[in-house]
């Protein structure tokens, strides 16, 4: 069975801690994604990756980094997290073929306080 | 600028119904539609897609229909089971060649299907 684990299901942390979220999938897949999922707003996408050290900005980059130094691992870091990032952040991988039938995680929901 | 927009918030149907989930969209450089199923704490899963080429695609319980002139799409679940109260992401992407790998989110449709 496919899966895509996300490292921790609840995080809470202070304003201006620096946050990192872990993500590892195990279907090989070239394609990693990061969105938030906020009430009202639907799923908008961070950052995404196509291959190993590879990145792209989604729609909402602003106050996010990611890293991927392994394919199948692909890491959302908050330099400094602030109140507006709370949210709860889903990490999806996909293949090449068929990119946009994205595989989710469970979720991890930040609290930033 | 919402580009993929679902205009109902919730939808409330009794078991054994249609439900019919809505979505519009205004990029008339998409090319491809899905929809997903979301549960409350988990990810959201993919259920069905259409490419442009097509007019309707069925899966089971589930058909997703496209209207390219009027850039609309609908998810039809025929019968509606308990199991179904999710909230429903409609999704599209313009396969150009060279387009990046983006996939837009409507805001989502809450269906509650009661027995």
């Known amino acids: 069975d496919v899966k895509v684990t996300q490292s921790s299901r609840y995080l809470v942390k202070r304003t201006g801690e620096k946050v990192f979220l872990e993500c590892v999938q195990d279907m090989d897949h070239e394609n990693m994604f990061w969105y938030r999922q906020d009430p009202g707003l639907g799923l908008r996408l961070i950052y995404f990756?196509?291959?190993?050290?590879?990145?792209e900005k989604g729609d909402i980059p602003e106050g996010y980094s990611v890293s991927r130094e392994k394919k199948e691992r692909f890491s959302l870091i908050l330099e400094s997290a602030s109140t507006n990032q709370t949210s709860m952040y889903l990490c999806?991988?996909?293949?090449?073929?068929?990119?946009?039938?994205?595989?989710f995680g469970s979720g991890t929901q930040l609290s930033v306080l | 600028d919402q580009q993929v927009k679902q205009n109902s918030p919730s939808l409330s149907v009794q078991e054994g119904r249609i439900s019919i989930l809505n979505c519009d969209y205004t990029?008339?450089?998409?090319?491809?539609f899905l929809w997903y199923k979301k549960y409350p704490a988990e990810g959201p899963t993919f259920l069905i897609s259409?490419?442009?080429?097509?007019d309707k695609n069925e899966d089971g319980r589930f058909t997703v229909f496209l209207n390219k002139s009027a850039k609309h799409l609908s998810l039809h679940i025929v019968p509606s089971q308990p199991g179904d109260s999710a909230v429903y992401f409609c999704a599209a992407s313009a396969r150009i060649q060279g387009g990046s790998e983006k996939l837009v989110f409507g805001k989502g449709t809450k269906l509650t299907v009661n027995p």
């Open positions: 990756s196509y291959d190993v050290k590879m990145k």
């Open positions: 259409i490419s442009s080429i097509k």
């Open positions: 999806a991988s996909s293949n090449t073929g068929l990119w946009e039938k994205l595989f």
């Open positions: 990029n008339s450089m998409f090319d491809y």
